[in-house]
């Protein structure tokens, strides 16, 4: 005679919804995904190249913009192109540009900004209106 499994189960106290199609969810609490081929495709889709790609950009331009906030401690502070590129600043990325009439091209992270002024070296500024 084998001694009985224990129920180890938890108890159902509500209905999931699977994160792939929304459908109700049946056995385990802790399940996430109404079927294997759910949460296939679920997981595929975030870890797809589009996905990653966003997330690139989004964290070089974000960390862009942190850089320049560490640095700009008085909202317009001149920098050199060394100084910033040793934090990981990457010139490839950012989010808007701005000329001015006599063709100054100023480049920003969100509302921080910067404008290259002599060579190797730029201003930081902070965008005032959106
Ligand atoms: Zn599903």
Redesign the pocket.
């Known amino acids: 005679m084998t001694p009985a499994k224990k129920d180890i189960s938890p108890a159902i106290s509500e209905i999931k919804a699977?994160l792939?199609?929304g459908?109700p969810i049946k056995g385990r609490a802790d399940k996430k995904?109404?079927?294997d081929q759910?949460r296939v495709t679920y997981n595929n889709r975030l870890n797809s190249d589009d996905t990653n790609y966003l997330r690139n950009v989004n964290y070089t331009l974000r960390k862009n913009r942190r850089i320049l906030v560490e640095l700009n401690t008085n909202g317009k502070t001149k920098v050199s192109r060394e100084k910033l590129m040793r934090k990981g600043f990457d010139f490839g990325y950012f989010t808007s540009t701005y000329k001015t009439k006599d063709g100054a091209i100023y480049y920003y992270c969100y509302e921080q900004g910067y404008l290259p002024i002599e060579k190797e070296y730029y201003l930081l500024v902070v965008k005032q209106e959106f």
């Open positions: 699977c792939e199609c459908d995904f109404c079927s759910c």
